[in-house]
């Protein structure tokens, strides 16, 4: 079991910055991946940014490739995601994530965060 909690959320103008926080804690070492996604209103759940724990390896949606960046600290447990340029539309409940490697849930996750919602004005 992995417990996931989010923070970091908040509201802030168009082409400011977030820093977005998740902790991690339980059985962390079975994660080979972990994730931020996001939800906004009546849309579908998309993924913004997936890192690879064992080598480092990271994946990006288009749509924030250059203005976001995912990190982990793995002594302190903690996934991040730095967040700059932000937009309007990034607006939404954002997610942390975590999976392992054999995975069968969505999106290659089991454990899911709450959330911390984002909300960019214009």
């Known amino acids: 079991q992995v417990q996931l909690v989010e923070s970091g959320g908040g509201s802030v103008q168009a082409g400011g910055s977030l820093r977005l926080s998740c902790a991690a804690s339980?059985?962390?070492?079975?994660?080979?991946?972990m994730g931020w996604f996001r939800q906004a209103p009546g849309k579908e759940r998309e993924g913004v940014a997936t890192?690879?724990?064992?080598?480092?390896?990271?994946y990006y949606a288009d749509s924030v490739k250059g203005r976001f960046t995912i990190s982990q600290d793995n002594a302190k447990n903690t996934l991040y995601l730095q967040m700059n340029s932000l937009k309007p539309e990034d607006s939404a409940m954002y997610y942390c994530?975590?999976?392992?490697?054999?995975?069968?849930?969505?999106?290659?996750?089991?454990?899911w965060g709450k959330g911390t919602l984002v909300t960019i004005s214009s």
């Open positions: 994530a975590a999976g392992g490697y054999g995975s069968g849930g969505t999106y290659g996750m089991d454990y």
């Open positions: 339980g059985y962390t070492s079975s994660s080979y991946r």
């Open positions: 890192i690879y724990t064992g080598g480092g390896r990271t």
